[in-house]
T-cell receptor, first 115, second 113 residues
């Protein structure tokens, strides 16, 4: 069964450093998402991406964040200058481009620790 | 404001007992409704979904959920829990016209042997 994969599983970085979180969505899916979950809190939407552009983003997704689909398989989230409060589990998700199909398939997550 | 509420942060049940996890949403229309499960160290796995039609939906692992429009609820149930059901359960919705999933706070389920 196809799966969303994410690398690395755990990333430790120092405050102010840039990080890139990588995701490989399910092949043939057309919508891509990033969510995050700060420890003990709910899962929060960050950004959605379709047709090579951001289709929706949250207030959290400020200028420090960017997303990219550099090739036909990867989907990346970049944080330019990490802050302590960016420490969280980051989930990538994807879904097909079918009409009225809203299920999103999630990857296992990347735990980002900012020290 | 559009929101999703899971009133129970933590529930403990005995193995073999029945389970009901509550979920309510605040929205003027019917959203698309989902339940996801997250086992420790794992990602989010879809248990079941409701878009329209029969208000009682069946999912994986023996779970079911009932949509009640009058109560704006989508409660998750299982007649007999197994120790392997211990996990965090998230209710989530997609409000019409939106792309994103909006999650509830989550309910952590503990199973007593």
């Amino acid at each position: 069964e196809p799966e969303v994969t994410q690398t690395p599983s755990h990333q430790v970085t120092q405050m102010g450093q840039e990080v890139i979180l990588r995701c490989v969505p399910i092949s043939n899916h057309l919508y891509f998402y990033w969510y995050r979950q700060i420890l003990g809190q709910k899962v929060e939407f960050l950004v959605s991406f379709y047709n090579n552009e951001i289709s929706e983003k949250s207030e959290i997704f400020d200028d420090q964040f960017s997303v990219e689909r550099p090739d036909g398989s990867n989907f990346t989230l970049k944080i330019r200058s990490t802050k302590l409060e960016d420490s969280a589990m980051y989930f990538c998700a994807s879904r097909p481009g079918l009409v009225n199909f809203y299920e999103q398939y999630f990857g296992p997550g990347t735990r980002l620790t900012v020290t | 404001a559009q929101s999703v509420t899971q009133p129970d942060i933590h529930i403990t049940v005995s193995e073999g007992a029945s389970l009901e996890l509550r979920c309510n949403y605040s929205y003027g229309a019917t959203p698309y409704l989902f339940w996801y499960v997250q086992s420790p160290g794992q990602g989010l796995q879809l248990l079941l979904k409701y878009f329209s039609g029969d208000t009682l939906v069946q999912g994986i692992k023996g779970f079911e959920a009932e949509f009640k429009r009058s109560q704006s609820s989508f409660n998750l149930r299982k007649p007999s829990v197994h120790w392997s059901d211990a996990a965090e359960y998230f209710c989530a919705v997609v409000f019409q016209g939106a792309q994103k999933l909006v999650f509830g706070q989550g309910t952590r389920l503990t199973i007593n042997p």
